[in-house]
């Protein structure tokens, strides 16, 4: 994790101190331009921008003559937390401890007013005053979000019909499609998220929840402490709420993040669509599944790394690691996979890892993920016959299998015995 540079509080050069060769400012601007060139060609490699840091801190009270020539601190004393907040927020993204869901209410938190009471055409959206300004801006931020990879949902207590009204009779930045689950209904909004979450197949620990409601959010903060609530009620404090605590900071950008609301919305797709069948191997027969697989590479790292580092529920060891761990791994001694699925509702993206060290004629596995978009469509079936045609050509004729069991991998705990493995010393062997 890298800073890059932040401005002086002083400039000799006034204004042309940016595009003066001679000005601190200019070169400022060229060292971070070059540090961003670095970190774009060497992967491992995350800028913490400290330059937008300081500017949001204010560079009057960031920087402070008196702690640098007492102690050489390059800033303030006072501007330690929200540098330590901001460098924490990296860590925690690269150890997959991000948020991954935002569940709104409606009235009054993405628009003004009540649907059901006031009507559509009475809602403040818009341009119309400077309260529907800020609501367009908060649907706008969530919109942004929503494009780079956050779910959002809908918690409302509503009539349905009504609120999916709203949007499509008014012009707003948010659509009834951009919510990959939309709940509007007199249940209490516990049970609205609990059943959000058992839709999306997510943990209650992966949502932020905003409500303009007090009443409502000390609901969720009782009977589910885990939820992240906001603390005000008013919709110009929405975005700095979910924007300064840095639920959602990304460390990279990939394919599937850009498509995940999709594939959230494909995936309830399938379990309707699983309704209209009987026998469950007839429905996985009509929905045309595609298998691929392929090593670690260049072109996959960046998303491997993620899905390791984010996968909680079938991962049979609950191993992360970094960008520079995986790359360490394309050296021959381990067997990599990385899989993807495509059906008749689309691609899915790289969904599934796996890794193993091979040893002489055995192969250890200690990383085996796989998304929870894809549960049941026998992924992992196919996986591990690939691994084993893989076994074969290498001349591996021993699988030996580890298990860590975590809060959250129950799912995985039999999947050895049920692949025909065989316990023996608290591991598991496959003889090829």
Same mark, same amino acid.
């Given at each position: ?17 940016s ?104 809602l ?7 309260? @529907? $300004? ?5 649907? &706008? +931020? =969530?919109?942004? *979000? ?8 809908? /918690? ?7 609120a ?9 930045p ?99 669509s @699983? $309704? ?5 191997? &007839? +429905? =996985?027969?009509? *929905? ?8 670690f /590479? ?23 690691l ?92 039999t ?18």
């Open positions: 994790i890298q800073n890059n540079f932040e401005f002086l509080d002083t400039r000799a050069l006034g204004n042309i101190d595009s003066s060769p001679l000005g601190k400012s200019h070169f400022i601007n060229s060292i971070n331009a070059q540090l961003i060139d670095y970190a774009l060609a060497h992967k491992n490699v995350l800028i913490h921008d400290l330059n937008y840091l300081a500017a949001d801190y204010g560079l009057a009270r960031w920087h402070s003559l008196e702690h640098w020539y007492l102690y050489k601190y390059a800033f303030s004393l006072s501007a330690i937390p929200a540098y330590c907040h901001s460098v924490a927020a990296i860590i925690k993204s690269a150890l997959g401890k991000n948020k991954k869901a935002i569940v709104v209410d409606l009235d009054n938190t993405l628009w003004g007013g009540v649907v059901g009471d006031d009507g559509v055409s009475a403040e959206i818009g341009t119309n005053s400077a309260k @529907a $300004e800020a609501y367009a801006a908060f649907q &706008e +931020y =969530l919109k942004a *979000l929503k494009n780079r990879g956050v779910v959002l949902a809908v /918690s409302s207590k509503n009539d349905y019909a009504i999916k009204q709203a949007f499509e009779e008014r012009n707003m948010l659509k009834f499609d951009d919510f990959a689950v939309f709940k509007a209904s007199w249940a209490d909004k516990a049970t609205q998220i609990a059943e959000i979450a058992h839709e999306l197949n997510l943990t209650t620990d992966s949502f932020v929840f905003i409500d303009d409601n007090p009443a409502e959010r000390a609901l969720i903060q009782m009977n589910m402490p885990e939820v992240v609530t906001n603390n005000s009620d008013d919709v110009t404090q929405f975005i700095s709420f979910i924007d300064k605590n840095m639920f959602f900071e990304p460390i990279s950008l990939t394919r599937e993040d850009f498509a995940r609301q999709d594939y959230y919305k494909n995936k309830l797709l399938h379990e309707k @699983a $309704e209209n069948f009987v026998d469950y191997a &007839e +429905y =996985l027969r009509s *929905l045309g599944l595609v298998y691929s697989f392929e090593p /590479s260049e072109g996959n790292i960046e998303r491997v790394t993620q899905l390791i580092n984010k996968t909680n529920q079938f991962n049979i060891t609950g191993l992360r970094t960008m520079a761990d995986v790359a360490a791994r394309m050296n021959g001694h381990y067997l990599n996979v990385a899989g993807g699925l495509t059906d008749k509702f689309g691609d899915n993206g790289i969904i599934t890892v796996f890794s193993g060290l091979i040893e002489q004629h055995k192969l250890t596995i200690d990383l085996w993920l796989m998304s929870c978009r894809v549960f049941k469509r026998d992924v992992e079936i196919k996986l591990f016959e690939h691994v084993l045609n893989c076994c074969k050509n290498r001349n591996i004729t021993e699988i030996v299998g580890t298990y860590q069991p975590t809060a959250k991998n129950a799912i995985v705990a999947l050895y015995d049920d692949l025909g493995f065989k316990e023996s010393d608290r591991c598991w062997k496959f003889m090829i």
